[in-house]
């Protein structure tokens, strides 16, 4: 196992994820319901980021046997600028 990669890709989702809608719908949940329910909703928000994760691995490894590697990055940034870009219009 790539220790460096591991490393890498924990901070980069983490810090990514950090007070995004998904965790505060996650709290919100957390926040409603008593004591017994909160491990099922951390179990439940665990298993969506899993599934969720899985998804990005599997076609990200579909789109590399279509797409050199190099394109998939660039295109991956524009997509990211495109989106700031946007965000900073509306605001």
Same mark, same amino acid.
Do not use: N
């Given at each position: 196992?790539?220790?460096?990669?591991?490393?890498?890709? /924990?901070?980069?989702?983490? +810090?990514?994820? #950090? %007070?995004?809608?998904?965790?505060?719908?996650?709290?919100?949940?957390? *926040?409603?319901?008593?004591?017994?329910?909160? /491990?099922?909703? /951390?179990? %439940?928000?665990?298993?969506?980021?899993?599934?969720?994760?899985?998804?990005?691995? +599997?076609?990200? *490894?579909?789109?590399?046997? +279509?797409?050199? %590697?190099?394109?998939?990055? +660039? #295109?991956?940034?524009?997509? /990211?600028?495109?989106?700031?870009?946007?965000?900073? *219009?509306? %605001?």
């Amino acid at each position: 196992m790539d220790l460096k990669l591991l490393m890498t890709v /924990f901070s980069t989702v983490f +810090l990514a994820e #950090i %007070g995004d809608k998904t965790q505060l719908a996650t709290m919100l949940y957390s *926040a409603e319901g008593g004591s017994g329910s909160r /491990f099922t909703v /951390f179990l %439940g928000s665990a298993l969506a980021l899993v599934v969720a994760s899985a998804a990005g691995v +599997l076609a990200g *490894a579909a789109l590399s046997k +279509l797409v050199q %590697g190099r394109a998939l990055s +660039l #295109i991956a940034g524009m997509g /990211f600028v495109a989106v700031g870009v946007w965000v900073l *219009a509306r %605001g």
